[in-house]
């Protein structure tokens, strides 16, 4: 009998997505896995148990998870789901470790060897295991859908007897994997779209989509990445210049979406409230970053509030888990790419090389321990009972760019899986 894969229904009442597909648990099956899946899992990405069944997994129920080699998850798992977990088991999940160290402890308590799929380094050879990218499109195509939604009415120019439609002022803040589909799915739907990133190669991609560039192109802009493609922390200086432009050309749009997150840190406020003061009744601001505290002041998670200028400020919850069906079948096919690297194909099991440059980014806890270096130091502080830390419900990040080819695997790692004190943290997209 081969090893277990096991997959769970998400237990929260925010997350719609699973962590398989029917062609995933066929490869996984092919690879020389039993796989179970509990009953439910896919439901909600439309996926039924009938479907999994016929691909060669058995469904199951979620106290299976005690006989799981490997357990594919969304959300990093709860300490009551962590109880069911037998010792050793490697549990690969989007863990946002950050601010949450008591889950992380957590997991290293259970025993269970975790990985953290946000932290996967952007390099060539891991482009199809990239949740924050297969993520971030998703959520920057729902941000304009969800827009345009709020807005009621019509995104392009529409020429009629009746007179001219005129087409919607589109603005983009954040030029990274979200941003650039958000501005792709803008021009799609006939709008105008500007675009703004601190980072110089940004100004290309934007243009090559049809849209207009920017941004406070000065000495300080042109320095603005990292050897690692990553956007610098500006300077104050630089911040005021580049609001004081944004402030203006805020005052005429008609959607505004903000796409900035900062790994380990709160997002970056990009819309004041006078901002937002300024906009035309009905416009609308679409805020990825919500959940991380947003960027625009008067954001809400979970919630589309209206302004005393009837602005409204859309902070919806999990943006990608709202497509779940399309999200779902793209993680599922990250989780395989990366787990397919951990499979001895001789003895098809499990056999995890913690030299490899890949396990080195990922691994977050093994042995009982805490192992990430952006996190074991914290754990090995004298412990302390930590005030009560809501968890925090992940948003695949709207900024992280595709991976460029790089000859070496180790450089461009370091910014995601860097510790939260870094300058140089901020991910590719960010305003």
Do not use: C, W
């Not at 995890?352 to 192992?371: C, E, F, P, Q, Y």
């Amino acid at each position: 009998m081969g090893q277990t894969v096991f997959i769970p229904r998400e237990l929260d009442a925010n997350e719609p997505r699973v962590a398989a597909s029917p062609d995933t648990v066929k490869r996984f099956t092919g690879l020389g896995f039993d796989v179970i899946v509990e009953t439910g899992a896919g439901t909600r990405s439309r996926i039924p148990d009938e479907d999994f069944a016929k691909a060669g997994a058995t469904i199951g129920k979620a106290a299976d998870v005690a006989k799981a080699d490997v357990v594919l998850k969304v959300r990093r798992p709860t300490d009551a789901e962590l109880k069911g977990y037998k010792s050793g088991a490697a549990v690969i999940a989007i863990m946002d470790p950050y601010g949450n160290d008591a889950a992380v402890a957590a997991l290293a308590k259970a025993g269970v060897t975790a990985f953290s799929m946000e932290f996967m380094p952007r390099i060539t050879r891991a482009q199809s295991m990239d949740v924050l990218s297969s993520q971030a499109n998703l959520a920057g195509y729902q941000a304009v859908i969800d827009g345009a939604s709020e807005y009621d009415r019509a995104l392009p120019m529409m020429m009629t007897a009746a007179g001219t439609v005129p087409a919607a002022k589109v603005f983009i803040m954040g030029v990274g994997v979200a941003g650039l589909q958000a501005i792709a799915t803008a021009r799609r739907l006939g709008a105008v779209v500007t675009a703004t990133d601190v980072r110089p190669a940004a100004k290309e991609q934007v243009a090559s989509l049809g849209a207009k560039f920017l941004a406070v192109e000065d000495d300080e802009f042109k320095a603005a990445e990292t050897a690692g493609g990553y956007a610098k922390e500006m300077s104050k200086e630089y911040q005021a210049k580049q609001a004081a432009l944004t402030a203006e050309h805020i005052a005429k749009q008609d959607i505004v979406i903000t796409t900035a997150l900062i790994p380990g840190r709160p997002a970056p406020k990009l819309v004041s409230a006078v901002m937002v003061a300024s906009m035309k009744p009905g416009s609308v601001i679409v805020d990825l970053a919500v959940e991380r505290g947003g960027n625009v002041e008067g954001a809400e998670a979970g919630k589309v509030v209206t302004t005393a200028n009837n602005v409204k400020i859309v902070g919806h919850l999990n943006v990608p888990g709202r497509v779940a069906a399309s999200a779902s079948l793209l993680y599922a096919k990250n989780l395989f790419a990366f787990l397919e690297t951990l499979v001895d194909k001789t003895t098809k099991t499990l056999a995890i090389n913690r030299d490899d440059d890949l396990v080195k980014a990922t691994m977050l806890t093994d042995g009982g321990k805490v192992v990430h270096p952006a996190f074991a130091k914290a754990a090995e502080q004298p412990h302390v009972e930590p005030a009560a830390i809501p968890a925090k419900t992940m948003v695949a990040d709207a900024s992280p760019k595709p991976a460029k080819k790089s000859a070496s695997a180790k450089k461009p790692a370091a910014p995601k899986s860097a510790a939260p004190k870094s300058t140089s943290s901020k991910p590719k997209g960010i305003a």
